[in-house]
């Protein structure tokens, strides 16, 4: 056909409003937003024309069924629910940790009512927003104060800012770390107005490296947790208590930035070389800062701790209010720490937590079932349950695995490659790893009230 004639056989807006289909279409949307979105598909049909990418144009029925797909996919969040089946529990493109159900509450609650965010109840005058997660922070850790913000690379940018703008920051070469999602500390460190004064070699650095960098122009001693790389073989790490020690000789604050916070040890689960909050302040460090959203299984927050002085700079900097947390995130970081006052609530009742804790046994059954389930519905697929290794994820403890247990599934009809994806695109998308020929969901990071949907999921998936 020639161009002519396709632009000829494009159906007329009058013919299309009058037809059956977009009565239906604009029973359910709104009228105009659905023209709209007509109009937009007619541009790309005429500008397919002129780029000759097409040689037929759609039919009248086509064209409203394919705006009613537009309208659909405009009208619904793209922000999905998805099923974890990586085993990578801090999974930063997944969203990093789920909250409690009490965190979850507090949100809802903070967004259907108001509530008393900055004003203080007993006295009826204006109150401070950070009060309430304050007192129970200073309590879990020891800290004499606290303060929240956005995230763990707030909180860095603050203190940075706060305590050695246009002033040498020490720190070691190899701590020059990236964290991902281009957070890089010298960047930041550059940012925040800080200068950078790197000592030692990446794998060695010593207490004298430090103690010859520090001069007139020194503001800052800082050690930046390695979270998500470790060093082995010919290394030296100065010791916090060197760092501390210095610090005091030469009457200079010390930051240490901690990356995932633990508020108790993870010890008998093989994940070890995480710092512990308290522990570190106990060591004495005038600040300690961490992520929210890491081990502590809150939400996305970065979270200040330690001496009283340095804290009420940082809140005096206008910049706090830049980087200050919504109520949402206030309500559930409370709720959270609350659940903290009890070792044995917090590894029950946070997610995070209770997936790490979560025994390869109850795994096993947990896969045993699942696989048996898949069994009785479909033919066109084997499945195995298998044993398997599982990540904590969001950069911390990138040498540790925790032996867990799943399903490997081999679909018989379709490629693996073609499963994967149709899984991708489930309406609840399921998102699991292709390892030795199989498609690997490992149950540590699978709810117990998710396995239904997943199961549903594979079977459509394989069915489709
Ligand atoms: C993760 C991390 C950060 C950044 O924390 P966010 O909460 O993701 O902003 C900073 N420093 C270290 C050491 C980290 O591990």
């Not at 144009?57 to 409203?64: G, H, Q, R």
């Not at 509530?115 to 005058?125: C, F, H, M, P, R």
């Not at 129970?136 to 004499?144: F, Q, V």
């Not at 106990?282 to 992520?291: G, H, L, P, Q, T």
Request: with cysteine.
């Amino acid at each position: 056909m020639t161009e002519e004639q396709l632009f000829r056989g494009i159906p007329k807006v009058d013919e299309i409003l009058k037809h059956e289909a977009w009565r239906k279409l604009t029973a359910m949307y709104s009228e105009g937003m659905a023209k709209d979105i007509l109009r937009d598909y007619l541009d790309e049909i005429r500008t397919s024309i002129k780029e000759n990418r097409i040689n037929s144009i759609p039919t009248l029925a086509e064209i409203i069924e394919n705006t009613r797909k537009y309208v659909i996919e405009t009208t619904s969040s793209r922000l999905k629910r998805v099923i974890n089946g990586t085993g990578v529990i801090i999974h930063t493109n997944l969203g990093r940790s789920l909250l409690a159900k009490s965190a979850i509450e507090a949100i809802v609650n903070a967004a259907s009512h108001f509530t008393n965010l900055e004003y203080d109840l007993q006295k009826g005058v204006r109150g401070e927003r950070y009060n309430h997660c304050i007192s129970i922070l200073k309590r879990l850790t020891n800290a004499e104060d606290a303060l929240v913000v956005n995230n763990n690379a707030g909180a860095v940018f603050l203190v940075l800012n706060t305590l050695a703008e246009g002033k040498e920051a020490v720190i070691s070469r190899g701590e020059l770390i990236e964290i991902g999602g281009s957070f890089r500390i010298p960047d930041v460190m550059k940012k925040s107005g800080a200068i950078l004064k790197e000592v030692g070699t990446t794998n060695r650095t010593y207490k004298d490296d430090y103690e010859h960098a520090i001069c007139e122009a020194t503001g800052l001693i800082m050690k930046v947790h390695t979270s998500n790389y470790r060093i082995k073989g010919f290394v030296h790490e100065t010791t916090s208590e060197e760092l501390i020690a210095l610090g005091k000789t030469y009457n200079l604050p010390t930051f240490y930035d901690a990356g995932s916070g633990l508020l108790f040890p993870l010890n008998g689960m093989g994940v070890r070389g995480e710092p512990c909050i308290a522990f570190e302040l106990k060591k004495d460090w005038d600040i300690v800062s961490f992520s929210g959203d890491k081990l502590l299984g809150a939400p996305q927050a970065g979270i200040i701790v330690g001496k009283k002085s340095y804290i009420n700079a940082m809140k005096k900097n206008p910049i706090t209010r830049a980087l200050r947390p919504d109520k949402f995130t206030l309500a559930a970081l409370e709720s959270t720490l609350i659940l903290y006052l009890d070792e044995e609530t917090a590894r029950g009742e946070i997610p995070t937590l209770r997936m790490i804790h979560e025994s390869q046994d109850v795994l096993k059954k947990r896969s045993q079932s699942i696989a048996k389930a898949l069994r009785g519905l479909s033919t066109k697929l084997t499945v195995t349950h298998t044993s398997m290794f599982s990540e904590v994820g969001g950069g911390s403890l990138p040498d540790i695995s925790i032996p867990s247990y799943g399903i490997a599934v081999l679909p018989h009809e379709i490629g693996l490659e073609i499963f994967e994806e149709r899984l991708r695109h489930l309406d609840i998308p399921v998102i699991g790893r292709i390892e030795k020929g199989r498609l690997f969901i490992d149950m540590r990071t699978i709810l117990k009230d998710d396995e239904p949907i997943l199961i549903s999921g594979i079977i459509n998936a394989i069915q489709e």
